[in-house]
């Protein structure tokens, strides 16, 4: 399997379509929105990751259970695809955003907080249908 993920970047956040490929027949068979920290030159915990091909494998925590790890981040470790709302913006619920680097999937952006700043929704669901479509995990092209 492998995935194409296709950025925009944003004042807050960094926006994407992600969508994932069956590699012998090339059909479609995945596709979601995906929602990560603003680009800030790689740092750790406040930046998304730099656009190139990595790969990714699955993953276990008691915090996600069940989750895919992108390896090979170059000065980054423990990027990984999870659920979650909140990036750019606080969480109310914690008072943290949801990530810190990794990336979250979803179906839609939306103001969930009514802060301004665009979240992502339903992410748990499209997680859970990720997790279906590639355990195994895939080769992510990262790009603008």
């Known amino acids: 399997m492998r995935a194409v ?12 379509e992600l969508k994932l490929y069956d590699t012998e027949t090339d059909s479609l068979e995945f596709i979601c929105k995906t929602l990560e920290l603003k ?9 998304c990751i730099p656009e190139g091909t990595y790969d990714v494998v699955p993953r276990y925590s008691n915090k996600y ?10 000065g980054r470790s423990l990027i990984l695809i999870h659920w979650g709302n909140y ?8 008072g943290y955003p ?3 680097g990794c990336i979250m999937v979803g ?3 939306m ?9 992502i929704t339903s992410s748990k669901k499209t997680f859970r249908e990720l997790m279906k479509v590639a355990p ?8 603008q």
């Open 5 to 16: 993920l296709c950025r925009e970047y944003y004042k807050y956040q960094t926006r994407g």
């Open 39 to 47: 680009w800030m030159d790689n740092q750790r915990s406040i930046s």
């Open 65 to 74: 259970g069940n989750h895919l790890h992108i390896t090979d981040v170059e």
């Open 87 to 94: 990036a750019g913006s606080i969480n109310p619920r914690t």
């Open 98 to 100: 949801d990530i810190r």
């Open 107 to 109: 179906t839609a952006f």
């Open 111 to 119: 103001d969930l907080d009514g802060d301004g700043i665009v979240d």
């Open 136 to 143: 195994d995990g895939f080769i992510l092209d990262i790009e």
